[in-house]
């Protein structure tokens, strides 16, 4: 099978140059398959606010970013549409710890954004696998593209819609996948919602 160095961390997925199309032979459809049950799992944690047992997907040197879309010249767009991450302003760039902070702090029910608690709907699909670093069952570390629509429902008549891609890079560790990385492209370039309590 064909496989593609990933990204070193500190680089933006979104400002990257295509990656060439993997072999799609048996083993492609396998992982992918695994692929898509962990990240339809957690959605239903996420939506159930099983916040704690989703915490526990994450890997401990996670990286959670959402950079900000900028309108831009046509020809610039792969160069400038996405702010850098670590360079320019983001909307998130978390760990670990801070998304636990932030689950933690909902969980006390004294959230001020999230008091009651919204209701939301993760829908996850074109899931795609874009890189395969080690082929070596049980040892796979992978990139891995989708799109997502999040609705949010809180109080009686707000609704928000979020919208975009993800750029993920999972690991198996110990037999069980984790998210070591993920880059979720909004696309928005004024961000509709009051606040950004979901998680994505």
């Known amino acids: ?18 990656a060439p199309t993997l072999v799609r032979d048996l083993r ?34 996670l990286v959670y970013f959402m950079p900000m879309k900028r309108n831009v010249k046509f020809g610039r767009h792969a160069q400038q549409e996405d702010t850098r991450f670590e360079k320019d302003m983001s909307w998130m ?5 801070t998304l636990r902070k932030r ?7 004294v959230h001020w954004a999230e008091e009651p608690l919204s209701r939301v709907c993760h829908m996850v699909s074109n899931v795609q696998l874009t890189a395969i670093e080690d082929a070596t069952p049980g040892a796979e570390r992978l990139k891995v593209r989708s799109r997502f629509l999040i609705y949010q429902n809180r109080v009686e008549y707000e609704q928000y819609f979020f919208v975009g891609k993800r750029n993920d890079v999972l690991r198996r560790e110990g037999g069980r ?18 606040n950004l309590t979901v998680f994505f």
Not at 1 to 14: E, G, R
Not at 103 to 109: C, D, H, P, S, V
Not at 177 to 194: F, H, M, P, S, T
Request: glycine share 2%; hydrophobic share 40%.
């Open 1 to 18: 099978m064909d496989t593609t160095t990933l990204p070193p961390p500190t680089a933006s997925v979104a400002s990257e140059a295509p």
């Open 93 to 97: 760039n978390e760990g670990k710890w």
């Open 177 to 194: 996948w984790l998210l070591e990385r993920r880059e979720i492209c909004l696309d928005q370039n004024v961000l509709l919602a009051k």
């Open 28 to 61: 492609y459809f396998q992982l992918r398959q695994e692929v898509e049950e962990f990240l339809y799992e957690e959605a239903e944690l996420l939506d159930q606010r099983r916040y704690l047992e989703w915490l526990d997907t994450l890997a401990e040197d």
């Open 103 to 109: 689950a933690e702090q909902i969980l006390t029910g």
